[in-house]
């Protein structure tokens, strides 16, 4: 069952960030450094609407701060978010009661990140193998440290946003694992041409 979360802190920006992926954010504006600063002290989710061509999408990315880099003495600070989930905006408050920031109410999208197809998750095994051999790391590659859902998945992978979009747009589970296997298809093929080659080069 779909969560309903009232009152959402929101920052609507041009990104989209999966699950378990790390982004950098430059925070200028008053609104977002009350917001920033008392996620800080809250440690909660807030979410980042996806802004595409100057217009506000329906989807976005719940996410959490990760970290501080650096804070300006006017306030300015350079931080890192850290995905949680996805999520569609059902209403939009420009500003929420006694904040300088808006929010909403949104709609968690749990059921998009279910367990991923097994053919799905061996390739995705196999990338991050030959990642590992092409950057001379350790190739043990466990099992246990690898994500087995479709979004944990798709945030490790080098995605245009146009790709993280069409990701969140696809009408079902099956579309999704289609898309990812043919990403890694892509990506698997460039790694093996670098291997030819015997070059070193962190694709993630």
Request: aromatic share 8%.
């Amino acid at each position: 069952m779909s969560r309903i979360l009232e009152n959402f802190p929101l920052f609507p920006i041009s990104i989209i960030i999966f699950p378990g992926e790390i982004q950098p954010i430059h925070i200028f504006e008053q609104r977002y450094k009350q917001l920033i600063n008392e996620m800080e002290c809250k440690s909660e989710i807030f979410g980042i609407p996806f802004v595409k061509d100057g217009s506000l999408c329906e989807f976005g990315s719940g996410v959490v701060l990760h970290k501080i880099l650096a804070k300006s003495p006017t306030g300015e600070m350079d931080i890192l978010v850290r995905g949680v989930n996805l999520f569609k905006m059902l209403t939009i408050e420009e500003t929420l009661p006694g904040k300088l920031y808006g929010g909403g109410s949104v709609k968690i999208l749990d059921e998009m990140n279910k367990t991923a197809v097994h053919h799905l998750q061996e390739k995705f095994r196999n990338y991050k193998q030959q990642l590992a051999e092409i950057n001379k790391m350790p190739n043990d590659i466990s099992d246990l440290n690898l994500p087995r859902h479709i979004l944990d998945i798709a945030g490790q992978l080098p995605l245009e946003l146009e790709e993280k979009y069409s990701i969140i747009k696809l009408e079902n589970t099956k579309l999704r694992e289609k898309l990812l296997i043919h990403k890694l298809d892509f990506l698997l093929m460039i790694v093996k041409k670098l291997q030819e080659v015997g070059y070193k080069f962190y694709l993630n």
